[in-house]
């Protein structure tokens, strides 16, 4: 399921734009439709996958509407759709995912989707383990990173901290190929990394508080190859 808000002070763009994305046919998609930007903002909530938002509103414009948003989930997708394309240099001044021309084109559309699905990886969403007779399924978009520490490893999610016996591999082979490891014990999801240096990256906990990894000597080569190529595949 794919949870989408839109907001467009024309209901009937709005509407449209609606209608194509619900068209979709790889996943289902969930739409939520506001004219409110305001409303919009007081209603988003942490399971929305992406947000479509029109530029040019009288209230606010959408690119200082994406900044609100980027607050609240520096991650999300932004989708910025309008009928002028002179805005395009503003608006990736705010992380935006895509620009959409109107009229919009159903085919166009549909790509930009398909990147969203490749960027959120809703295709292998959970992450399955055991501790103790507890079975836990968590989602893979919610881990930040893996510690290990002896036997244990440290699962760290955007809400909780969870807790198993699973060696290095085993991690690894639960996991999709874009999760990287850069120390003995630590391997990162980089849709939460900010930046990184020679020797440690900074990891986003919950869109404010910071937390530095160390990155060893054995994984420094390796963990800027498939960051860079994580970053290319999902151009955000």
Same mark, same amino acid.
Do not use: C, W
């Given at each position: 399921m794919l949870n989408v808000v839109i907001c467009d002070d024309s209901t009937r763009d709005a509407s449209q734009l609606e209608q194509y994305l619900l068209s979709y046919d790889k996943v289902p998609v969930e739409t939520k439709l506001y004219t409110n930007p305001q409303k919009m903002l007081e209603q988003l909530t942490r399971d929305t996958h992406c947000v479509f938002l029109d530029i040019d509103m009288p209230q606010i414009t959408g690119i200082d509407l994406a900044r609100e948003i980027r607050?609240? !989930?520096?991650?999300?997708?932004?989708? %910025? /759709? +309008?009928?002028?394309? &002179?805005?395009?240099?503003?608006? %990736?001044?705010?992380? +935006?995912? =895509? *620009? #959409?021309?109107?009229?919009?084109?159903?085919?166009? #559309?549909?790509? /930009? /989707?398909?990147? @969203?699905?490749?960027?959120? =990886? #809703?295709?292998q969403t959970i992450f399955n383990f055991s501790f103790g007779k507890q079975s836990y399924s968590i989602p893979l978009s919610d881990i930040t990173y893996f510690e290990k520490d002896k036997r244990y490893v440290f699962i760290y999610t955007l809400a909780d901290t969870y807790k198993s016996l699973l060696k290095t591999q085993e991690i690894l082979d639960k996991l999709p190929d874009y999760f990287i490891q850069?120390?003995?014990? *630590?391997? /990162? !999801?980089?849709? &939460? @990394?900010? =930046? %990184? =240096?020679?020797? +440690?990256?900074?990891?986003?906990? !919950?869109?404010?508080e910071e937390h530095s990894l160390p990155i060893s000597r054995k994984f420094q080569s390796s963990f800027k190859e498939k960051y860079y190529k994580y970053l290319s595949e999902r151009n955000f």
């Open positions: 607050q609240f !989930n520096p991650f999300i997708p932004i989708i %910025f /759709v +309008t009928s002028y394309r &002179y805005y395009m240099e503003q608006v %990736f001044e705010v992380q +935006t995912f =895509d *620009y #959409l021309v109107k009229p919009i084109e159903p085919q166009r #559309l549909n790509k /930009v /989707v398909d990147r @969203i699905l490749r960027y959120l =990886d #809703l295709g850069i120390h003995a014990s *630590y391997i /990162v !999801n980089p849709k &939460y @990394i900010k =930046d %990184f =240096d020679a020797k +440690t990256v900074t990891i986003l906990l !919950n869109g404010t």
